[in-house]
């Protein structure tokens, strides 16, 4: 069973500064996949931020292009998203999900089957 486990590199912090966050994927994968970060506030919807194929095609939220970068060390079965010049409306709680048999970088949350606790990202003006 695949088991992801979101880590932050930062914690809170203010306009403008960056955060890293990494996503460590353990267990067996076959075949496509697509692994994304989402974000969620309380009574809202959960929002795509990032997505990676399995073959490294890759897809931006519109709000977070240029800002966000989304990178894999495969080797290590790890998936990182490089947060810069954060912005207020960039606090929430994020996640790191996986989708199975998917070949194209998805952000549609019905489609990810696995998924990490989430990590709370706090950015203050």
């Known amino acids: 069973q695949v088991q992801l486990v979101e880590s932050l590199v930062g914690g809170s912090v203010q306009v403008g500064d960056s955060l890293t966050l990494s996503c460590d994927k353990s267990g067996a994968t076959e075949g496509f996949y697509s692994v994304a970060w989402f974000r969620q506030d309380a009574g809202k919807e959960r929002q795509g931020v990032a997505a990676?194929?399995?073959?490294?095609?890759?897809r931006y939220a519109d709000s977070v292009k240029g800002r966000f970068t989304i990178s894999t060390d495969h080797a290590k079965n790890k998936y990182t998203l490089q947060m810069n010049n954060l912005k207020p409306e960039d606090t929430s709680v994020y996640y790191c999900?996986?989708?199975?048999?998917?070949?194209?970088?998805?952000?549609?949350?019905?489609?990810?089957?696995?998924w990490g606790h989430g990590t709370r990202v706090n950015v203050s003006s």
């Open positions: 999900a996986a989708a199975w048999g998917i070949a194209s970088p998805m952000l549609l949350p019905a489609l990810y089957t696995s």
């Open positions: 990676m194929s399995s073959d490294d095609k890759i």
